[in-house]
């Protein structure tokens, strides 16, 4: 029966020799010689970063010149380990009153990275030198699972621009296989530049590279996704300052993911901004989370208490153009009055039943119901429905009114309770006779 670290070494793509060496490591752990085995599998590891740093372009970080000698070594049967240890450790120079941590020049690895590689030599070591420091199979095991962990993240820093064309690859099905995997190319964006560049960067990407789709199943979406909600922290900082590199950005995206205006919540000028503009001129009614931003301004209540009504009177004029709120939304909604503004314009005003009420009332059809559907009735709205229904008889708003009579019986019990207190004659839509037929129909 195979190990799991041999089916999973089998799938990678390194070379023959590379393979060989952890082909004899497995057969020693099995006879239980784990100081043999360490050892080759820490040479097949070194042989595998050594074949990719020949097959490699020069880093965008080492000139021509070292950059063939690095080669020429690699090939020196006397050195070439020492070599491939040198790429791994080498950094670039850190710059006088720079708070960047310096990079590797070679490999697109993390710090943390590069400072494990001395303890795993150290047990090189230890099993080629026959030292006295035990060496069991956990000692193996362990080196296993960091090559697991690790060893698709050597890869040849080839700069900015490798990875951009490596980005356009993936995502053109002449050379990537559709819905292929790509954390692979966001663990390198925060490698090959600089903190304060990856901003740029992720603008570029979007720019020329990889739209962003609303669509769940579109791999372009699940790219943004996995940046937006990356636990990497360095990356997410850096996502966030590149929303806020133009007003079309932070739209776009926090349309997707509207959940993210909370990171901004506390910048005052943006999230004004955003409320008395952005909301309305770039994000707009037809967006989906339209009035998940709505509430997320309210409950945290980002719109000052001057100015509060007038905002609720702007975004009250968009319910029904695309979606509705939902029952969380509505009680915040409900809360600031949202519905004091729909009765006042919609019954109060008395539209439905002056010229062109029957066109209103199909225009505004889901929002006259999304009001009836959230507020108890009273006197005036059963008068002026009552009105208007003696004449109306087609548009949208005319089936919704049956099916919501159908689907709710307190409703039209409540309607005819309070038209009989009132003295209000009902017309043929709300009596009794009438909601047989509709219920027939």
Known sequence: MNLHFENWIHEQKISEESLILFDESIMCYRVGAYRASF???YLGFMKALRDRLLKSDKPSLVNEHDWEKVRNDLRDDKIWEDIVLKTIQEK???KAGSKEIPRSKVFL???DLIEEIPYWRKKRNECAHAKETIIEHSHVETFWLFLQSNLSKFVVNGGKDALLNKIEKHFDKKYTEPNSDFMHLINQIPLVVKSHEIPVLLKTILDDYVELYDDPKKQQYLFWKSIAYT????????FLE???????IFCEFISVFPDKLVEFIEDTSLIRLFWTDLLFKKVGPYCDNFWNLVHTLLVHNKIPTL???EFIEKISRYLGSWGLPDDEQTIVLKKHGIFSILRDKIFESGVLNRNGGYSYANNNANKIMYYLKNNSLDTLIVQELNEFFIGFRFGEFYPLMQKYIKDTPNFINLFR????????????????????????V
């Open 39 to 41: 050892l080759m599998s």
């Open 92 to 94: 670039e120079k850190k």
């Open 109 to 111: 690895i993390s710090n």
């Open 231 to 238: 636990p990497d922290k360095k990356l997410y900082s850096c």
């Open 242 to 248: 590149f929303m806020k590199l133009d007003n079309n």
């Open 307 to 309: 100015e509060i009504n």
């Open 417 to 440: 309770e309070i038209a009989s207190k009132q003295d209000i004659t009902l017309c043929n839509f709300f009596k009794e006779e009438s909601a047989k037929e509709v219920s027939e």
